[in-house]
């Protein structure tokens, strides 16, 4: 397998108009990977058409787990040249990169003749008429894996994992294209045998992972209104859902989706929704509602380019402000967000478990560069969750005191109680209320219920798990979300240059653990990584003034992902 210098990685990336199949591609490139032994990450970009368009799937493998996306691509396989151009800038690929296309159909593109790659016919679509129902795109996967060194059983094995829903004829056919490509393919170094273990990793994206952690956390209910990049999420839910003897509808709109997930919660039955950018601006009066009546409910925002519309099929982390701010009032709440494909599934059920034992609303943000990429990870643990709702007991006789549902206790986390328990029924409605959840327009009264809002949030002990910190150093690169790998790849190359850096990766935003953060910079210089164009984690933990005088901010919009070399040429320069 080629390697690029970026910690003995190979990345391969397959490029087509839309429909040609390009995705596909990379799907069974990551899959044979897996079974050759190889950890993996897929990224896919598509343009916002509904039809047409553009297409790409970029595949990293490693020995080692798989984080982010390198500076550079080893190998671009074009199925055709339609739109190529939009892919100069998120594909870099140079003079030590190889590509494979037909060349006979099209002139040798600037994209390629700039780059000083080698250009190989790959005679696809040649190749592929010689096949019944033959697929240009079935033999660039077999010259790909040739020149990657995977062995050809593997693509065997991944094209029949991927197409296993197409029926015999579809995968029949595939799978001899796959075979003719390898033979006519460039051959690389013969990729060693598989590690033991290597079959018990998991081949999930980061919106699946989500919809696990999730069920983890123990939710049984789901309503949402389908919404670029977190549709997936509600796809991989329906099915299990309705195994586990919960259930997901399709709301008509995201005003109806938050809403009935306040009324699941409130009837006892934890419950989530997911959306996108657009979608959490119409649910923030909902959410408010929910923090006033302290009701748990979980809100799944995968973000993607903004504002308004957007880029919906692009990966940006511009939410941030609006999750943080969003509410009018003084609205307490939890933000968290997960810090790769394998963390949605701790973030999700934690978030899950917090909104439920702290009566109050969580979002969980991550963005469709982690939403709709599939990773080779490692199973992760089973996470201890620690505990979850406080139900009021039955009252019936047995309460000397009518129910208080918004008593302030020390903690400010008054039981709950589920409808039709006897004695111990409550008002919840986003009106200001007393102790008793009666309406009131007191100023004691909303002093004391504000009080308690807030005092339930920043004083919960919430552990470790408030963010991921590694390394030792003067550096500190402060981060959030899908950036987190890139830092962490990018602090790898630091060190090996000689400059020790720390890493620490929020995982719970709102409330800000002020304290452990101050203590786990130190002394060190700061720089704040993140991708929005307004430096919104910068701003923000200005404000709450958890960072050094002197820090530096390093934020760029995307919709191009950042790049190790990018950060640590920014941290050289502190």
């Known amino acids: 397998m080629p390697k690029s210098n970026d910690q003995n990685a190979s990345a391969i990336a397959v490029i087509g108009s839309g429909g040609s199949g390009a995705v596909t591609a ?177 081949n999930i994206s980061g919106n699946e992972a989500s919809g696990l952690g999730a069920l983890r956390g123990g939710v049984r209910f789901v309503a949402a209104y389908p919404i670029t990049p977190a549709s997936e999420m509600l796809e991989w839910l329906a099915p299990r859902l309705e195994r586990l003897g919960g259930a997901l509808l399709q709301a008509e709109d995201e005003l109806a989706s938050i809403n009935m997930i306040i009324g699941g919660s409130f009837g006892g039955v934890p419950s989530l929704t997911a959306t996108s950018g657009p979608g959490l601006s119409l649910m923030l009066e909902g959410i408010g509602l929910a923090i006033a009546s302290e009701t748990p409910v979980v809100v799944a925002n995968v973000m993607r380019g903004g504002p308004s519309t957007g880029i919906p099929t692009k990966t940006e982390q511009s939410d941030l402000d609006i999750a943080l701010y969003g509410c009018h009032g003084d609205a307490p709440h939890l933000v968290l967000g997960a810090l790769s494909i394998a963390d949605c599934v701790f973030t999700t059920a934690w978030s899950t478990q917090l909104a439920e034992h702290l009566q109050t609303a969580a979002i969980v943000l991550s963005d469709q560069l982690i939403g709709q990429s599939r990773a080779i990870i490692d199973p992760p643990p089973a996470p201890d969750l620690g505990p979850g709702r406080v139900l009021a007991s039955d009252a019936r006789g047995a309460q000397s005191q009518p129910y208080q549902r918004y008593a302030a206790g020390a903690d400010g986390i008054s039981p709950m109680s589920i409808p039709g328990r006897c004695g111990a029924s409550y008002t919840a409605d986003g009106l200001e209320h007393n102790a008793a959840g009666t309406p009131s327009s007191l100023a004691a009264d909303h002093r004391a219920q504000l009080d308690k809002r807030r005092r339930k949030l920043v004083e919960f002990d919430y552990g470790d798990a408030w963010a991921e ?106």
């Open 26 to 202: 990379g799907l069974i490139l990551l899959n044979a990977a897996a079974r050759a032994g190889y950890y993996g990450l897929l990224t896919r970009s598509a343009g916002p058409q509904i039809r047409g368009g553009e297409s790409a799937a970029m595949i990293r493998f490693s020995r080692r787990p798989v984080r982010c996306m390198g500076d550079r691509f080893d190998i671009l396989v074009a199925l055709d040249w339609g739109n190529h151009t939009r892919f100069r800038d998120e594909i870099p690929i140079d003079g030590d990169s190889l590509v494979l296309a037909d060349t006979g159909t099209h002139p040798v593109p600037a994209m390629v003749a700039d780059s000083g790659a080698e250009l190989r016919d790959g005679r696809f679509q040649q190749l592929a008429s010689m096949q019944d129902e033959g697929r240009a795109n079935m033999i660039a996967v077999g010259a790909a894996g040739a020149a990657l060194g995977l062995p050809l059983e593997s693509l065997v094995e991944g094209a029949a994992a991927t197409l296993k829903g197409k029926g015999q004829a579809v995968l029949g056919s595939a799978q001899r294209c796959i075979r003719d490509g390898y033979g006519s393919g460039p051959g690389g170094a013969p990729a060693t045998s598989a590690p033991a273990g290597h079959c018990q990793r998991w």
């Open 469 to 574: 910190i590694d390394g030792e150093g003067p550096l500190c690169i402060v981060t959030w979300g899908s950036t987190h790998g890139v830092v962490s790849e990018a602090s790898e190359r630091l060190r090996q240059r000689g400059r020790p850096t720390r890493v620490i990766g929020l995982r719970l935003l709102a409330p800000l653990q002020h304290t452990a953060l101050r203590e786990a910079i130190g002394e060190a210089r700061v720089i704040v990584v993140e991708q929005n164009h307004s430096a919104q984690l910068f701003r923000y933990l200005h404000a709450q003034r958890a960072l050094p005088l002197h820090a530096h901010s390093l934020a760029r919009p995307g919709p191009l992902p950042l790049r190790p070399d990018e950060i640590v040429t920014a941290a050289e320069e502190v």
